[in-house]
């Protein structure tokens, strides 16, 4: 069975720290791979997403991911966090040829100002 | 920019009660989907919908749950016979494409069972 593990549960970083979020899958086939944030009262929104092609995908806000396939990771990364950046961010997988998203756990990150 | 949209907010029901989760998807798209959210855990494929049918469901999705769309922009979730552990946030989701297209997500709708 599919599953997504996300590493950090509570981060917690001061502004203009780097930020990498780790995220593993488990699913031997095609992937097409997902980070969503979820600010403080709103729904969830799409950060970035790979589907195929360079391995290094840049989202919005200054987030990129980069896909490694022979780790199975889709680790999130942002040279420097601002405050507004707190929330908490889901990475998710879908196995080609299905429809349904399977979501990591979820890491509240917080950043100090 | 067009937003998928849930009602109510928040719901609370008796245990035993049917209740109806409401979504408004986005106008042009055309699958349709149902996750939810126990606190403190994580984000759970319930089923997806496209032309009228279910196309994909998972096994938290039983006899207990049923999905419509009854018209041409709502996509309701039933859940008959609500449990104590049917509490949880449930979220709306639609695409344009089926697969791995771009899910957009409503804001979802917090149900308390009692």
């Known amino acids: 069975a599919q599953s997504v593990s996300q590493h950090n549960h509570h981060v917690i970083l001061s502004e203009a720290a780097s930020l990498e979020l780790g995220c593993n899958y488990s699913?031997?086939?095609?992937?097409?791979l997902f980070w969503y944030v979820q600010y403080p009262g709103q729904h969830l929104q799409l950060l970035l997403k790979?589907?195929?092609?360079?391995?290094l995908v840049k989202g919005i806000k200054g987030f990129e991911a980069e896909f490694i396939k022979s780790k199975f990771s889709f680790n999130l990364r942002k040279p420097s966090v601002q405050w507004s950046d707190t929330a908490e961010y889901f990475c998710?997988?879908?196995?080609?040829?299905?429809?349904?998203?399977?979501f990591g756990t979820g890491t509240r990150l917080k950043v100090l100002a | 920019e067009p937003e998928v949209t849930q009602t109510p907010s928040h719901q609370v029901t008796q245990m035993g009660q049917e209740v109806i989760l409401r979504c408004v998807p986005i106008?042009?798209?055309?699958?349709f989907y149902w996750y939810r959210q126990i606190l403190g855990q994580k984000v759970e494929f319930l089923v997806s919908?496209?032309?009228?049918?279910?196309?994909?469901k998972s096994e938290i999705f039983d006899d207990q749950f049923s999905v419509e769309r009854p018209d041409g922009s709502n996509f309701t979730l039933k859940i008959r016979s609500t449990k104590l552990e049917d509490s949880a946030m449930y979220f709306c989701?639609?695409?344009?494409?089926?697969?791995?297209?771009?899910?957009?997500f409503g804001p979802g709708t917090r149900l308390t069972v009692l």
């Open positions: 998710a997988v879908n196995a080609a040829g299905t429809y349904k998203y399977i």
């Open positions: 699913y031997g086939g095609t992937v097409n």
């Open positions: 790979y589907f195929s092609g360079d391995p």
């Open positions: 106008s042009n798209h055309l699958y």
């Open positions: 919908f496209y032309n009228n049918e279910i196309s994909e």
């Open positions: 989701a639609s695409a344009v494409e089926g697969g791995g297209d771009t899910q957009y």
